[in-house]
């Protein structure tokens, strides 16, 4: 089992950046997939970045591709999401999450573990 913790967020202007970190407890932290989702008021949770156990593969939604980066520390058992250029659309509750297994995956329902979000806002 992992628990997770996510830091970072706050308030900036469009076009700044935010770096987001979630750290997670545990040895096992190397052994999961890890991923990065967002969900705004009143809309369903959705995929933002995922990264596989070791830091090999990286996949991003269209909307942050190029914008965004994830990564890990897995000496530090911490996940990171560097934000730039950001966007008043980018305003929502991220949150990571953790999945068993060596595939990475976009789909919400394939990950076990969340953390409780952070709230980015993005001012115009």
């Known amino acids: 089992q992992v628990q997770l913790v996510e830091s970072g967020g706050g308030l900036v202007q469009a076009g700044g950046s935010l770096r987001l970190s979630c750290a997670a407890s545990?040895?096992?932290?190397?052994?999961?997939?890890m991923a990065w989702f967002r969900q705004a008021p009143g809309e369903e949770r959705e995929f933002v970045a995922t990264?596989?156990?070791?830091?090999?593969?990286?996949r991003y939604a269209d909307s942050v591709l190029g914008r965004f980066t994830i990564s890990r520390d897995n000496a530090k058992n911490t996940l990171y999401l560097q934000m730039n250029s950001l966007k008043p659309e980018d305003t929502c509750v991220y949150y990571c999450?953790?999945?068993?297994?060596?595939?990475?995956?976009?789909?919400?329902?394939?990950?076990?573990?969340w953390g409780q979000g952070t709230q980015v806002t993005v001012s115009s």
């Open positions: 990264i596989t156990s070791r830091g090999a593969v990286t």
């Open positions: 545990g040895r096992t932290f190397s052994s999961y997939s």
């Open positions: 999450a953790a999945k068993s297994g060596l595939i990475w995956s976009a789909e919400r329902r394939d990950y076990d573990y």
